[in-house]
């Protein structure tokens, strides 16, 4: 394409607890099986949230300097030097997970629980893996997912975060027609609202500590919505299926008390490491299903060809956008869960909404 890269460029980096800077970064030199991605727009994750308040991410703990970001999307201006990945030109979304055996057994076909997986943006393992949050990024070429011309890339960055619903969603089994509960209606939460809607739910309860979730949650297909603190309401759904996506116990309890007797409890929400209080002899006594649900495999083609189609309906889940020069301000409106849905930083504009 004739574009000449520049040595560096700004990007996202996170120093430790409360330390974050917009700075910029060399342009790490590709591999033979990289490619360089000009990055459009990065969605903003409570992961990110979590490396620039405290310092760590559950029990992955900053120890160097970090570039953050893992929902990204952009378009390819030069194409690994080994024929693979899409060629120059191509918008793309990203799949930021390496699999790697390691030194526990896991199911070869779920390779999201491969013990030696890296993701973009991770410190879970030293040296960390930077993300890409930043104006251009050098990803392996495996990575890229080509995106079709019917999907604008500004609804495209969220390909990674419903990927997460997706799978979360598929962990309960064939909803259709059965009764859902959501518990916690952040992004994740959200896009789980709008996955459930696709897949045939009957019907759809929502529920958070806050209005803004619930109207995003509507928006995107909710049939009722109920404030978190109203545990007889949350009770009487008997939901066939919850997904918990509150991350903390007391969404926990609440999914275990609004599920059905022989209902399913899908744990997406990454609760705190350690122990924590759990409505164990309820969830025996009604033979409920708890299951973890944990980042996501291939299902990021099939929440490509949905949101290309319009049968994933997406869209008020997105919030606000940024530009990358007021990318700490940005931090901060995503850190307000009351206020926002999906905060997204735009690496090519110098507007913000």
């Given at each position: 394409m004739g574009i000449t890269l520049p040595a560096s460029g700004p990007?996202?980096?996170?120093?430790?607890?409360?330390?974050?800077?917009?700075?910029?970064?060399?342009l790490k030199a590709p591999a033979p099986d990289e490619s360089i991605v000009e990055i459009a727009y990065g969605g903003i994750c409570g992961s990110d949230l979590h490396y620039w308040l405290h310092g760590a991410?559950?029990?992955?703990?900053?120890?160097?300097?970090?570039?953050?970001?893992?929902?990204?999307?952009?378009?390819?201006?030069?194409?690994?030097?080994?024929?693979?990945?899409?060629?120059?030109?191509?918008?793309?979304?990203?799949?930021?997970?390496?699999?790697a055996p390691g030194g526990a057994r896991y199911p070869e076909e779920r390779p999201n629980l491969s013990p030696g997986c890296t993701y973009l943006g991770s410190a879970a393992r030293y040296p960390h893996t930077d993300g890409a949050f930043s104006r251009y990024a050098t990803l392996p070429s495996r990575m890229l997912r080509a995106l079709p011309e019917t999907l604008d890339l500004r609804t495209a960055a969220l390909v990674e975060p419903a990927s997460v619903a997706w799978h979360a969603v598929a962990r309960a089994g064939d909803v259709a027609g059965k009764t859902?509960?959501?518990?916690?209606?952040?992004?994740?939460?959200?896009?789980?609202?709008?996955?459930?809607?696709?897949?045939?739910?009957a019907r759809i309860v929502a529920v958070d500590m806050h209005d803004?979730?619930?109207?995003?949650?509507?928006?995107?297909?909710?049939?009722?919505?109920?404030?978190?603190?109203?545990?007889?309401?949350?009770?009487?759904?008997e939901a066939d299926v919850v997904i918990e996506s509150s991350g903390s116990h007391h969404g926990l309890a609440s999914a275990i008390k609004g599920a059905t007797r022989g209902g399913k409890v899908v744990m997406v929400?990454?609760?705190?490491?350690?122990?924590?209080?759990?409505?164990?002899?309820?969830?025996?006594?009604?033979?409920?299903?708890?299951?973890?649900?944990?980042?996501?495999?291939?299902?990021?083609?099939?929440?490509?060809?949905?949101?290309a189609d319009g049968s994933l309906f997406v869209d008020p889940v997105i919030t606000h956008e940024f530009d990358l020069a007021h990318g700490l301000e940005a931090f901060k409106v995503a850190r307000n869960s009351a206020e926002s849905g999906k905060v997204l930083l735009n690496f090519s504009s110098k507007g913000s909404i």
């Open positions: 990007a996202v980096v996170a120093h430790g607890k409360g330390d974050l800077r917009i700075e910029d970064i060399p991410a559950g029990e992955s703990i900053l120890k160097a300097s970090m570039v953050l970001g893992h929902e990204i999307v952009g378009v390819v201006i030069e194409q690994a030097a080994d024929g693979s990945g899409p060629e120059p030109g191509t918008r793309v979304a990203v799949h930021p997970a390496t699999p859902a509960m959501v518990i916690g209606s952040g992004p994740i939460g959200a896009l789980a609202v709008a996955v459930l809607k696709r897949a045939g739910a803004k979730p619930l109207e995003i949650a509507r928006a995107v297909g909710a049939d009722a919505v109920l404030k978190g603190d109203d545990a007889e309401a949350i009770a009487a759904v929400g990454l609760l705190p490491s350690g122990p924590q209080p759990v409505f164990i002899s309820l969830a025996i006594t009604r033979e409920l299903e708890l299951l973890g649900s944990f980042r996501f495999n291939n299902e990021i083609d099939d929440v490509i060809a949905a949101l």
